[in-house]
């Protein structure tokens, strides 16, 4: 996600004080940071986010409501990049953790073998030369690994390729671009699509995104839906799905995760710091589902954005 430059500005991923919060209960926002994701692992909820100046902080949780902040997982020096460190995004594969991150507008993956790292590279090195921010793995059925990202071509653009099976590069000779800011809601500041993340439901693939520059209010997200990977993709009529509220602005750049029992879906997303002031942008979750349309097709509904003590999830 890009932000704006402000070197005033210091990212310090500060947990929010929720003592008062009810038992069994969690309340956004959660912390300090942008651009989140969580990993489910061996019992344990792992969030990352935009959320240091010189790499990425973890925090963990067992049930998304009280969290430990478990330090640097990934460190400036130990990889590719020297700022600008944001949008980490984590994928598991023969027991070894791939991030796929950005620094200075460039993609970049590094390896760990533990969620809470470290993520180094042995070789200091971008995924692509070109300009490119939000790295989304999506792993499909028959474990075929595709990339989807942000071109920074005029305007934010969502492109997608096929992973190398080693997870070293990608087939940037034969990327696709998907699709590009084109509707009423998400011109509201700025040619912005971004923040690419993919669902799969009964062999339909949802690909779910934020619109507008992230300092705007009406900063949202939308999803458009295909029967490919490669699209062509469909944008939702009913976009967009989590969206500014009387209470809240800046509702985006998120991903999904099921809760640790496998029963719910969760989105995790940021928003801003209040509704006159849009930094620091603060992580949230709620809960997310597929409802039933008219036509019998299913809906992605985000249940949010909430402001009130929400059940927690539970490691079950």
Known sequence: MKM?????????GKLIDNASTPKGTYQNPLMEGADPFILTHNGKYYLYA???DDGFRVFVSDDMA????KGYCLKKGDVKGEKWFWAPEIMEKDGRFYMVYVAEEHLAIAVADNPLGPFVQKEKKWLSEEKAIDGHFFVDDDGKIYIYYVRLQGGNLIYMSTMNEDLSGFDEKNEKLLFRADEEWELKDCEVVEGPFMLKRKGKYYLTYSANHTRCEDYAIGYAVSDSPFGPFVKYEGNPILHK???VNGTGHHSFTSSLDGQELICVYHRHCSKEQFQPRLVCIDRAGFETGENGEDILVIYGPTTTPQKSFGNH
């Open 4 to 12: 704006m430059n402000n070197d005033d500005y210091v990212l310090t």
């Open 50 to 52: 935009t959320n240091a």
């Open 245 to 247: 509220t009387d209470l």
């Open 66 to 69: 009280t969290w430990e902040d």
